[in-house]
Each structure stands twice: as C-alpha cells, then as structure tokens.
C-alpha cells in the first residue's frame, strides 16, 4: 500500500521543520490529510481505518450517554460525564467534517507552505515575531498534553493497584468486567482520549500558525512596497517616476489579491470547524468551571483543561483580530504611498492620471477588512471570545444557583 501522511515543503522544496504542536497533529490520522501520491488502495484503507475510530468513538458516545441519563436526578455526578461527552461530541462532528474535505485541507496546506509560509532563514526578524504571537497556543498544546496524561497514566496504575475503573464517566452497554474485554476496552478509551487531544489542541495551532504566517506576509508586502516605492523618490527620475510606481503597486496589487484569495481558501475550509469549536465553548467552560469549583482538589484535569480552553480561545481570537486589523489598514497603507511626491516631481501627466486610478484600486480593493468566521455566525475576535466567556459565566452562575 502506497500511503503516507502530507508532508509540508516550501516552494523550492524543502521540507519544513513543523511545531511541536503540528508534528503531534501530523499523527492524527483522522485529521491530517493523505499525501496526493497516496495510491486508491492506500486511500481506501486509511478510510477504513478511519471507520473503525469512528466506531470506537461511537462506543463512547453510548457508554457516556447511558452515564449521563442514569443520572438526571443528580446534578454534580451528571456534570462529572458533561465535560467529557461535550468533548466527544465535538471531536465527532469535527472529525466528520475533516474527512469530508480532507483534500481541501491539503491544497490549502499545500499553498500556503508554497507561497504564505514565511521562511525563517529569508525573513528572520518577522518569523521571530511570528513565533513570538504563537507562542501563547503552544503553551495551550502544552496544558492539553498535562491534562490528558490521567487518562494515559490511570490504565498503569490500574495494573499496579488490582483495580477495574473506567477512564470516563460511562456506563457500557455489555459487560466488559472480564479481564480480556476490560483490557481492549480500557485501550480504546486511552486512544479516544489521544485522538481527541491531539485534534482539540491541534487544530487551533494550525489555525493560529496559519493566521499568523499570513499577518506576517502582509507585513513582509507593505515593508517590500515600501522599500521600492523609497528607492522611486530618491532616485527621482521625473519623467519615469510615475510609471514605475505604478508599476510597483501593480505587483503589489497581485501578490495583495493573491493572499486576499488564499484567506477566502482558508476561511471556507475552516469556518464549519470553527463554529463547532465556538458553539461548544461556553457550555464546556461552564461545566468545566463548575466541577473546578465543585471538586477543586478531585480531579487536576478539570481546572487545567478549563484554563487551556480560556487561554486558546484568546489566542485564536487575537489572531483573527490581528488578520482583521491588517487588512482593515491596508487601504490606509496604499494611501501613505508617498504618491504625492511622486506627482509633485514626475513629468509624465499620462502616467500621472495612470497612478492616480491605480491608487484608487488599491484602496478600494481593501476597503472592507477581512474576518474569519465560523459560518458567518461566529466571528473570531477577542470581541466574540469575550461574548463566549461571559455566556459560560451566565450558565455557571444558574448551574451555582441550582446547586
């Protein structure tokens, strides 16, 4: 079977050191796409694959369900499973979708490794700013991992104490107490619990590398812009000033549009998955807070993945805010283009009234600034994170006020 996992390269085909974060997310077979020489067979097979996941993440979904209606009646054991069933249920629908489109996943992959991707070795000091901005959700990748090593250390201590428990709060629908059903079924869940952290902490950092890459190359066009357009006034060639200016917004013009295309790109791969992602916060946050304050001490896993969920939504929201606030100012930024100089001295009225309407292009190309959105209902911004964390404060104070 030819098949092998997408490996990212550059343009000139270099293959390209991913985060730590991504390399986990890479693992994923569910979530990251197939490499396009990957034969029918290989194709065929890793569906099948991802057909028994699916089915064993359907186990869980039943087990947890029967856990969550045998105990109605009692609210702090119903919210002990709430967490964990919300997370399932999450990770399934985001899952669905992913393999629905993950050939889409790696073209725009593919292209922005190709072309968006800025190169640390070309364009050091923005790349170091870049990791700077990232290095907040890396730090969210990190609580994840904290918090699911329970569910990976628990089927160890089992061993040592004797003891049967469940991983999650469920009730499975056969007996599984024999010890060679007990064994599997306890591996499964250990997987369930991988496969979902490694999407819920790998699907934001790519979201964020993404996002952050593309700020970076709209600073890398202003800054490249800018440098020719200074060399333009310097030089002062009257008669041909105009032209080459404009010719210099042309091909920045271009290469603007091109990224512009490569944000829609990305937005329509992304906006299912982030709505799900937005949807499920503020009631996961409540209950999360709330068995935090329920059982401070009982359970670590609760109060680390509340504040890995808290601080990841700032960070995605920050990094939609910044796409937002870039290409809101580059109109301004094609405005202070030093065009006024440029027709005080150039000689050549054709090529004056040239640059004027290219002038006039650009900034209305740029009118509007961009948003990514989670099917235009969700917009991600720390205005809407900021919305999400005061409704999951609405929803713990009733569940406190029930209690």
């Known amino acids: 079977l030819n098949m092998a996992r997408y490996a990212p390269q550059l343009a000139n085909g270099q293959r390209v050191k991913l985060s730590w974060p991504l390399r986990l997310f890479?693992?994923?077979?569910?979530?990251?796409?197939?490499?396009?020489?990957?034969?029918?067979?290989?194709?065929?097979?890793?569906?099948?694959?991802?057909?028994?996941?699916?089915?064993?993440?359907?186990?869980?979904?039943?087990?947890?369900?029967?856990?969550?209606?045998?105990?109605?009646?009692?609210l702090d054991l119903l919210l002990a499973g709430v967490p964990t069933y919300l997370i399932l249920v999450e990770g399934q629908l985001r899952s669905v979708?992913?393999?629905?489109?993950?050939?889409?996943?790696?073209?725009?992959?593919?292209?922005?490794?190709?072309?968006?991707y800025v190169d640390p070795a070309k364009e050091p000091t923005i790349y170091r700013g870049i990791e700077s901005k990232l290095r907040l959700n890396r730090c969210v990748s990190g609580l994840y991992l904290a918090a699911v090593s329970g569910y990976v250390v628990a089927p160890i201590l089992m061993l040592v104490t004797g003891r049967r428990d469940y991983l999650f709060s469920m009730i499975p629908a056969f007996d599984v107490s024999a010890l060679y059903i007990f064994v599997p079924f306890t591996l499964s869940s250990v997987y369930v619990a991988l496969q979902i952290v490694t999407m819920v902490f790998g699907e934001p950092a790519l979201l964020c590398e993404l996002m952050a890459h593309l700020n970076g190359r709209y600073l890398v066009l202003q800054r490249e812009m800018d440098a020719q357009i200074a060399k333009i006034v310097e030089a002062r060639q009257r008669p041909h000033m105009a032209q080459q200016m404009r010719q210099v917004l042309v091909q920045t013009i271009r290469q603007?549009?091109?990224?512009?295309?490569?944000?829609?790109?990305?937005?329509?791969?992304?906006?299912?998955?982030i709505f799900i992602m937005f949807a499920f916060s503020a009631i996961l946050l409540c209950a999360l807070g709330f068995k935090t304050l329920a059982s401070p001490t009982g359970n670590y896993i609760y109060p680390i993945w509340f504040c890995a969920k808290t601080v990841e939504l700032l960070s995605l929201g920050q990094m939609g805010s910044d796409i937002a606030y870039m290409t809101n100012s580059l109109s301004s930024i094609y405005y202070q283009t030093q065009?006024?100089?440029?027709?005080?001295?150039?000689?050549?009225?054709?090529?004056?009234?040239?640059?004027?309407?290219?002038i006039a292009l650009a900034i209305e190309l740029n009118y509007k600034p961009f948003n990514f959105t989670g099917l235009s209902y969700f917009y991600v911004s720390l205005q809407s994170v900021v919305k999400i964390l005061q409704g999951a404060f609405s929803y713990f104070t009733f569940l406190t006020s029930m209690r």
Request: net charge positive; glycine share 2%; hydrophobic share 40%.
């Open 26 to 74: 890479r693992l994923n077979h569910i979530f990251w796409p197939l490499d396009e020489r990957t034969s029918s067979n290989g194709l065929r097979f890793d569906y099948c694959i991802a057909a028994v996941a699916w089915s064993v993440l359907m186990l869980h979904n039943d087990a947890e369900l029967r856990y969550l209606r045998s105990q109605t009646n009692n």
């Open 97 to 116: 979708n992913i393999l629905l489109n993950r050939t889409q996943l790696r073209r725009v992959l593919q292209q922005f490794f190709g072309s968006i």
């Open 256 to 273: 603007n549009v091109a990224l512009n295309r490569f944000m829609v790109q990305m937005e329509q791969h992304f906006t299912v998955q």
């Open 339 to 358: 065009w006024e100089q440029v027709l005080y001295y150039s000689t050549n009225s054709r090529e004056n009234l040239r640059l004027m309407k290219v």
